[in-house]
């Protein structure tokens, strides 16, 4: 079984398509051709890091204290506030319950007992 060949039109016309505006659905609009609406985005490269020239100093703008002091003074109170949190773990209240547990029955003896105010 063949295939019908194609006419030669049709041929050109996939092959070298016309440039066309075809109306979008939902839309009144015609759509852009290359988004190019608000001009050159491209800053041409100056060599520079942020293009601040070597030697001198860049201006601080209005945010950087801001973000400066608050997010290494949440960071030094977030250290603080870990290093004196309370220890909650299974663990060392199993420790603290087995050895009040031992004194009461007196197999250890208690430690706090010798801390008395004759006690050196």
Known sequence: MRLPRASSTSTTRL?????QTRRRPF?????????DAHGNHYDPPT???WG??????????????????GFW???????????YKPD????????EEARRRLE???ILPDVDAG???GAK
Do not use: D, Y
Request: overall charge neutral; charged content about 15%.
């Open 15 to 19: 092959l070298h398509p016309q440039p």
């Open 27 to 35: 839309s009144h609009t015609t759509p852009q051709r290359s988004g």
């Open 47 to 49: 060599g520079w890091l």
């Open 52 to 69: 601040v020239p070597p030697g001198t100093k860049p201006e601080k703008e209005g945010w950087e204290g801001v973000w400066f002091w």
């Open 73 to 83: 003074g949440s960071l030094v109170i977030g250290a603080v506030g870990w290093a």
């Open 88 to 95: 909650t773990s299974i663990q060392h209240w199993a420790l």
């Open 104 to 106: 009461a029955e007196g």
């Open 115 to 117: 801390k008395g105010a």
